[in-house]
């Protein structure tokens, strides 16, 4: 009887495969689980094709049974790790995140202001879910820390550096810059143990594999959506540079716009692009056209090109942070330091020239625009020094090369 619950699981799944928007050629469909070896080793089975199967072989049945008291109130058990399903498309990677979804669940329990403003069947049943943890521990913990600054792109930067739920157990030490945001690493813990808390007593993994299917047909439609466009050629050929992986996460429950957090490892750095929907469409989060994804993820994963080399030139940098005050009252308010400032605007024109590069000259001319809108009004400066990288790449390599010439050109800025 206990392999019941796991066939029901794999029913679902497979389900939840079928009738969908044609993938482009050469797409991978996968379905990954990483049940815990006695060595504590991470097993993971890819099936390449049209239907993700669910790898059990080895795992605790009793461990995935759902337990429940006659009341209804959910209790803390023994969970086997959750499925996660992703498509891939060249070398982009497309998923749902488990680790994201929890904490969704938690920022919107907490009534953050990062949560979508959008209305639709998958924001009910969170809240209908997980309703009666609105007091959780974590849900306090969370909105204190994101009343004093770990907010925006700290939060999901985080739980990258986790595993998946229940266990939430560091994998990548944090990084610094998370760290700061956290107001010290001793917080930083005492959120993840609550989260880890909340995990295991709201039973998160049954809610995440009862929406597998609605998770599936988000991943179709995005990845029919992006078709055949060669996103992450396209950024490695214009900065020269090259990441070990590349990962877009949908995030349902998340605003409008993205982060692009990366994670170091000792052979390779990993980076992300995690969006939020651009609207609902038939009760489903809508997450926009080609153009829009493909805009989103050179902005997005050009943090993992920028970020870094505007850490390593810091001193160069820093030398002209007096020009901040010319700006910081016209940019969105997210944006309130200097360094900050500089990669969004160094990260914006680059966007605008690929987007003259491989779309046009007119969609490029609209995204200026649009831009100078948003206060980056010295922007023109920058794309015009970019021409000249693009011209020289005989002398300059790739974009760290180039880098210092870019930092120059704020000598001329004026307010």
């Known amino acids: 009887m206990l392999l019941v619950p796991l066939i029901i699981f794999a029913i679902v799944n497979i389900l939840g495969c079928l009738e969908r928007p044609d993938l482009p050629e050469g797409s991978k469909v996968t379905a990954k689980q990483t049940p815990k070896t006695p060595k504590g080793e991470e097993r993971s089975r890819e099936v390449e094709g049209n239907v993700s199967v669910v790898d059990v072989s080895g795992v605790d049945v009793s461990e995935a049974c759902s337990i ?4 209804d109130k959910r209790i803390a058990k023994p969970t086997a790790e959750i499925m996660v399903p992703s498509i891939t498309v060249g070398r982009l990677n497309v998923t749902i995140d488990p680790r994201i979804e929890l904490l969704s669940a938690v920022q919107l329990l907490s009534d953050y202001f990062g949560i979508t403003e959008y209305d639709f069947s998958y924001k009910k049943d969170v809240l209908r879910y997980f309703s009666d ?23 999901p930067h985080a739980m990258l550096h986790l595993s998946d739920p229940p266990l939430l157990e560091i994998e990548t030490e944090y990084c610094n810059y998370v760290i700061h945001r956290a107001n010290g690493k001793e917080k930083l813990d005492e959120f993840v143990n609550a989260l880890r808390n909340f995990s295991l007593q709201t039973n998160f993994g049954d809610f995440y594999s009862q929406h597998l299917p609605f998770y599936n047909d988000s991943l179709r439609n995005v990845c029919s959506e992006l078709g055949e466009i060669d996103v992450v050629g396209e950024l490695e050929e214009y900065y020269g540079m090259e990441k070990r992986s590349y990962t877009l996460i949908l995030a349902p429950l998340f605003h409008r716009g993205g982060y692009g957090p990366r994670i170091e490892n000792n052979d390779g750095v990993d980076v992300y692009c995690i969006i939020g929907p651009l609207k609902v469409k038939n009760d489903k989060p809508d997450f926009g056209s080609k153009q829009r994804l493909r805009t989103l993820l050179w902005h997005e994963f050009g943090h993992s090109f920028i970020n870094p080399l505007t850490e390593k030139h810091k001193k160069e940098v820093s030398e002209y942070s007096d020009r901040f005050s010319y700006v910081k009252d016209r940019i969105p308010k997210a944006y309130n330091n200097w360094e900050t400032y500089v990669n969004e605007l160094f990260i914006r024109a680059v966007v605008i020239r690929l987007t003259d590069i491989h779309v046009g000259e007119k969609a490029a001319k609209h995204l200026l625009e649009y831009e100078k809108s948003k206060g980056f009004v010295q922007i023109d400066e920058i794309i015009e020094k970019l021409r000249e990288y693009e011209e020289n790449r005989d002398k300059y390599k790739n974009f760290d090369d180039f880098y210092p010439e870019l930092i120059r050109t704020f000598a001329s800025f004026t307010g």
């Open 68 to 71: 429940k008291l006659s009341s």
């Open 133 to 155: 943890y609105k007091s959780h521990e974590a849900v306090k913990i969370f909105k204190e820390m994101s009343d004093g600054g770990f907010n925006y792109d700290a939060p």
